[in-house]
């Protein structure tokens, strides 16, 4: 499993000490992180490309929209 930062850099370059939203983003990383590879797994078992599908997944990642920008 993919191991989460040591350290989540906020938009201001100092790293987030607040422990509650440390907490959301250590459990948010281990649920997108079984979630991408639940879908990874499937895709590669049903006969897709490892090397397409880690594309495709990638893909999804970079074109995600902020939820900063309206």
């Not at 939203?21 to 006969?47: C, I, P, S, W, Y």
Request: contains cysteine; proline residues 9%; charged residues 25%.
């Amino acid at each position: 499993m993919s191991a989460p930062p040591a350290l989540w850099p906020g938009s201001d370059g100092q790293p987030i000490s607040c422990r509650e939203k440390v907490k959301v983003l250590l459990e948010n990383h281990a649920e997108a992180t079984q979630v991408l590879r639940d879908a990874f797994e499937d895709a590669v078992l049903m006969g897709v490309d490892e090397a397409a599908m880690r594309g495709i997944l990638a893909e999804i990642i970079a074109t995600l929209p902020s939820p900063r920008r309206k």
